[in-house]
C-alpha cells in the first residue's frame, strides 16, 4: 500500500512540475483584425470598388513588416460600407506595440451614373501611421474608415482621383469578450 501511495505522489508531482511549465494564459500573441467601412455622406459616385491584396502591419521600431491573412475575399465596394464594417485581414502576431497599417491596393474603381473608371493606383502601397497596443491573448481591431466624400476625387479633365491616406480614420480598440 506503502509504495501505491508513495507512486500517486510521485505522478503527483511530476504532473505539478509539468503544470508549472505550462502557461495557461496563453503563449505571448495576441491577434490583430484589420477592418474598412464608410462614413455614411451624400455621393455622386454610386460605387468605389478595391482590389486589396496585401495587409501588413510593422512593430514599434522595426524596419520588417508582419504580413497579415487576407480575408476570403479581395474586392469591396466601400460605398456598401456605410454603417456596416468589413474584416479585411486578420492573423495571430506577437504582443508588443506597432506603429503602422499598410495596405496594398491592385486595383481601383469608381462607379459615376452608371459609367465605370478606372483609378490610377499608386504602385506603392499606402502606409498609415498609427500607434496600437496588441496585448497577449486578445484581439485588437483596427478601423479604418473611409471617407468617400472626401477621398475621390474629379480634375477638370475628369480624371479620377482617390486620396485615401488623408481621408481615412484609423481607430483602434480591443475585442468585447465573448
Known amino acids: 500500500m506503502r509504495a501505491f501511495v508513495c507512486g500517486l505522489v510521485a505522478i503527483a508531482l511530476l504532473f505539478g512540475l509539468a503544470l508549472v511549465g505550462c502557461d495557461w494564459r496563453g503563449t505571448d500573441t495576441g491577434s490583430v483584425e484589420l477592418w ?4 455614411p455622406a451624400e455621393y455622386e459616385v454610386t460605387s468605389v470598388l478595391v482590389d486589396f491584396v496585401e495587409a501588413a502591419i510593422r ?5 520588417g513588416w508582419t504580413y497579415l491573412e487576407l480575408a476570403g475575399i479581395t474586392r469591396y465596394d466601400i460605398i456598401k460600407l456605410v454603417g456596416h464594417e468589413q474584416l479585411i485581414a486578420w492573423a495571430g502576431v506577437a504582443a508588443g506595440s506597432y506603429s503602422d497599417v499598410r495596405l496594398a491596393v491592385e486595383k481601383m474603381e469608381v462607379v459615376m451614373t452608371g459609367d465605370m473608371e478606372m483609378v490610377i493606383v499608386p504602385s506603392e502601397p499606402y502606409v498609415f501611421e498609427q500607434p496600437f497596443e496588441v496585448i497577449r491573448g486578445e484581439t485588437t481591431i483596427i478601423l ?6 472626401k477621398s475621390v476625387a474629379i480634375t477638370d479633365e475628369g480624371d479620377i482621383s482617390i486620396k485615401p491616406i488623408e481621408n481615412i480614420a484609423v481607430s483602434v480598440r480591443q475585442a468585447e469578450a465573448e
Open 36 to 39: 474598412i467601412t464608410d462614413a
Open 59 to 63: 512593430e514599434t521600431g522595426q524596419e
Open 144 to 149: 479604418l474608415d473611409f471617407d468617400v466624400d
